[in-house]
């Protein structure tokens, strides 16, 4: 349900940005075709708690866990908590930015 409901977010998203002639930065996109060819085990999602939140922020601030070290522990790819990114997606998110970048020149 959460990856359709994204699915469908991305693509209004898409269609607002067409109308009004904005960049639209294929991210959604890009993150399911990562995913996609991982073909990780299929991890269950659960809606962002505050109590969830703190224990990333306890896990990496107070037992000095990596981000990329929290995702390995839930079987995660892109993301600590489905929300937030570790190293591998914030790369991705880099990425998907860069490629909408004017190229500078000299």
Avoid at 11 to 28: G, N
Avoid at 43 to 67: I, K
Avoid at 81 to 91: C, E, K, L, P, T
Wanted: no cysteine; hydrophobic share 40%.
């Amino acid at each position: 349900a959460a990856a359709q409901a994204s699915q469908a977010y991305s693509r209004m998203i898409a269609e607002v940005a067409a109308t009004h002639s904005a960049a639209y930065l294929p991210l959604h996109e890009r993150q399911t075709e990562v995913l996609s060819r991982a073909d990780p085990p299929p991890v269950p999602y659960r809606e962002l708690t505050p109590a969830a939140g703190v224990g990333v922020l306890v896990q990496h601030a107070v037992l000095r866990r990596s981000l990329d070290s929290i995702s390995r522990r839930r079987g995660l790819l892109l993301t600590t908590d489905h929300i937030h990114q570790n190293s591998r997606g914030a790369a991705l998110v880099a990425e998907v930015i860069d490629t909408f970048l004017p190229t500078r020149s000299g």
